[in-house]
């Protein structure tokens, strides 16, 4: 039984930092894609940043130089670290689990058939 708890979501200020996390159970194997996606109102969901299980990380071009997204050596929380924050980052933010990591730039959340129920970022 596979489960994702996100949390950490929150308000903040432009320029700001939330740490956000993502507790993994029943999951983790010897290759694994795990990802954050975010979808703001009205908008798709999007590919944030992506950590497979040999620690290759990827970003979204928006994020890039600001979000970090890292596992703990337990391999089982998910971080994504985000500073400077804008008023364009508030999102619902997910995570998501799957069994490889697609190219960044071919991402699609049909990919990953595990999510938590996601957090909310506001960001003024």
């Known amino acids: 039984h596979v489960q994702l708890v996100e949390s950490g979501g929150g308000s903040v200020q432009a320029g700001g930092s939330r740490r956000l996390s993502c507790v993994v159970s029943?999951?983790?194997?010897?290759?694994?894609?795990m990802a954050w996606f975010r979808q703001a109102p009205g908008k798709e969901r999007e590919g944030v940043a992506t950590i497979n299980s040999n620690g290759v990380v990827n970003y979204a071009d928006s994020v890039k130089d600001r979000f970090t997204i890292s596992q703990d050596n337990a391999k089982t929380t998910v971080y994504l670290q985000m500073n400077s924050l804008k008023p364009e980052d508030t999102a619902m933010y997910y995570c998501?689990?799957?069994?490889?990591?697609?190219?960044?730039?071919?991402?699609?959340?049909?990919?990953?058939?595990?999510w938590g129920q996601g957090t909310q970022v506001t960001v003024s």
């Open positions: 029943g999951y983790f194997r010897d290759k694994y894609c």
């Open positions: 998501a689990a799957a069994s490889y990591c697609q190219p960044f730039n071919r991402l699609s959340d049909s990919d990953f058939p595990f």
